[in-house]
């Protein structure tokens, strides 16, 4: 979870102006973290899905 939050941090910076510094190399890492994190994401969603489909 704090993994995750340093990402939505540094993201939010971006966003917002305040990092204006970040090289293309660190904008790179930050992409694949994010996509990491909606795979994982997605694949807990599928998950919960199938569970919820046992269940029935």
Request: charged share 25%; proline share 0%.
């Amino acid at each position: 979870i704090k993994k995750r939050q340093k990402i939505f941090d540094a993201a939010r910076r971006i966003f917002t102006g305040e990092d204006t510094k970040m090289s293309v190399q660190e904008l790179a890492g930050l992409q694949a973290q994010i996509a990491t994190l909606i795979a994982a994401q997605a694949e807990q969603q599928r998950t919960i899905t199938a569970l919820r489909n046992n269940l029935h």
